[in-house]
């Protein structure tokens, strides 16, 4: 087995909107199911967690996570290099679209 990365669960939820994790899961730490970790697998191929934490927890930052994933959040993102996503570059005048009363 190898070693994963030690993160706290708001690092892991930071990974996904930098467009770094792929696919989310759960691993419990122990038979009685009260805590748990939340295992991300990077697009590096790599795999983080988070340390054991109550099963709630952990199911919450991992249903956060997965919208996220949904959403496509890292797919937005600004770099010195590029420009992805549908983000406004043209800066079109906004007063244009509104209506006068």
Same mark, same amino acid.
């Given at each position: &087995? $190898?070693?994963?990365?030690? &993160?706290? @669960?708001?690092?892991?939820?930071?990974?996904? *909107?930098?467009? !770094?994790?792929? =696919?989310?899961? %759960?691993? *419990?730490?122990?038979?009685?199911?009260?805590?748990?970790?939340?295992?991300? !697998?990077?697009?590096?191929?790599?795999?983080?967690? =988070?340390?054991? %934490?109550?099963?709630?927890?952990?199911?919450?930052?991992?249903?956060?996570?997965?919208?996220?994933?949904? &959403?496509?959040?890292?797919?937005?993102?600004?770099?010195?290099?590029?420009?992805? @996503?549908?983000?406004? $570059?043209? @800066?079109?005048?906004?007063?244009?679209?509104?209506? $006068? =009363?």
């Amino acid at each position: &087995m $190898t070693s994963r990365t030690v &993160m706290k @669960g708001r690092d892991l939820e930071g990974l996904v *909107f930098l467009g !770094k994790i792929d =696919s989310v899961t %759960i691993e *419990f730490c122990s038979d009685d199911k009260k805590n748990a970790k939340v295992v991300a !697998k990077t697009t590096d191929g790599e795999e983080v967690e =988070s340390e054991c %934490i109550p099963v709630r927890a952990a199911g919450k930052i991992t249903t956060v996570m997965k919208h996220y994933l949904r &959403m496509g959040i890292g797919k937005y993102i600004v770099t010195n290099e590029k420009v992805t @996503g549908s983000i406004d $570059t043209e @800066g079109e005048d906004e007063t244009q679209d509104r209506q $006068t =009363s």
